[in-house]
């Protein structure tokens, strides 16, 4: 079956950088996404990877290792605002989002 | 990008009646998609809305319940039928911008409703 597993919560530090973790099963594979969503609003877009590495934006980086079927999502320099759910998605061979449970970060003073 | 406004954003709604969520993007785009989301949980796809003909639906989601219209390539609607409370959920319209398969999704503000 397909499936995507990421932890329930996190809970860290502002200023500090946090990893969220995603691990996939799909059959195929035509990217990974994530997505932020605040606490009643719409998730927004924040990454997508295809290829393996490291894509950098900002305060946000996201990684993809395709043979491990892993990704992970980097928040550097944290601020009161990244508390929300971080959800991750990845595209199977018909283009379908099998979507994660999300992540949900609690950042701290 | 593309901006999706979504009505009604809240309801309540009495067990047995139906609902129509309206879904309206500022342009025009290959997918659209209806979404529904409980409280915590992750994104369940019901339905990729085509323009012009039948909607595809996932499994366990069926017309009679969740008809849907897309007229054309900027609207799109999602009828929840005789609702019960198991229904009480966040619907979300989602649509695909790009010409490839992976373009970036955007999503609606939601409809949040509640059957009693």
Sequence with gaps: GQNIDQPTEMTATEGAIVQINCTYQTSGFNGLFWYQQHAGEAPTFLSYNVLDGLEEKGRFSSFLSRSKGYSYLLLKELQMKDSASYLCAAMDSNYQLIWGAGTKLIIKP | ?116
């Design chain 2, 1 to 116: 990008s593309a901006v999706i406004s979504q009505k009604p954003s809240r309801d309540i709604c009495q067990r047995g009646t139906s609902l129509t969520i309206q879904c309206q993007v500022d342009s025009q785009v290959t997918m659209m998609f209806w979404y529904r989301q409980q409280p915590g949980q992750s994104l369940t796809l019901i339905a990729t809305a085509n323009q012009g003909s039948e909607a595809t639906y996932e499994s366990g989601f069926v017309i009679d319940k969740f008809p849907i219209s897309r007229p054309n390539l900027t609207f799109s609607t999602l009828t929840v039928s005789n609702m019960s409370p198991e229904d009480s959920s966040i619907y979300l319209c989602s649509a695909q911008s790009g010409t490839g398969d992976t373009g970036e999704l955007f999503f609606g503000e939601g409809s949040r409703l509640t059957v009693l």
